[in-house]
Nanobody, 125 residues
Framework: QVLLVESGGGLVQAGGSLRLACAASVRAFSRYAMGWFRQAPGKEREFVAAINWNGGNTDYRDSVKGRFTISRDNAKNTVYLQMNSLKPEDTAVYYC??????????????????WGQGTQVTVSS
């Protein structure tokens, strides 16, 4: 069983920054690919960013490229999402997820095996 706990969400003005963290309680964290997803009220959950087991490969949805950065620290069993130049449309609950197949990374939610409880990010205009 994998327990994922997100932190770092909050209220920020447009143009501001937040850094989300997701701590994983699991052995062999480095075997997992990790992803961030988000869900706004009334909308489907959507892919935000993903990273493979060693951080050598990453991917982002187009609307966050150049503003968000995903990274991981395998020694700390933690994955991060640095979010800069935030926009009101980034407002959502952000979830981290773990995929047992860590060599690559996935952008589809169904590929992920474990999910955190989510952290709210609200960007005011």
């Amino acid at each position: 069983q994998v327990l994922l706990v997100e932190s770092g969400g909050g209220l920020v003005q447009a143009g501001g920054s937040l850094r989300l963290a997701c701590a994983a309680s699991v052995r062999a964290f480095s075997r997992y690919a990790m992803g961030w997803f988000r869900q706004a009220p009334g909308k489907e959950r959507e892919f935000v960013a993903a990273i493979n087991w060693n951080g050598g490969n990453t991917d982002y949805r187009d609307s966050v490229k150049g503003r968000f950065t995903i990274s991981r620290d395998n020694a700390k069993n933690t994955v991060y999402l640095q979010m800069n130049s935030l926009k009101p449309e980034d407002t959502a609950v952000y979830y981290c997820a773990a995929d047992r197949h860590g060599l690559g990374y996935a952008i589809d939610a169904y590929e992920y095996d474990y999910w955190g409880q989510g952290t709210q990010v609200t960007v005011s205009s």
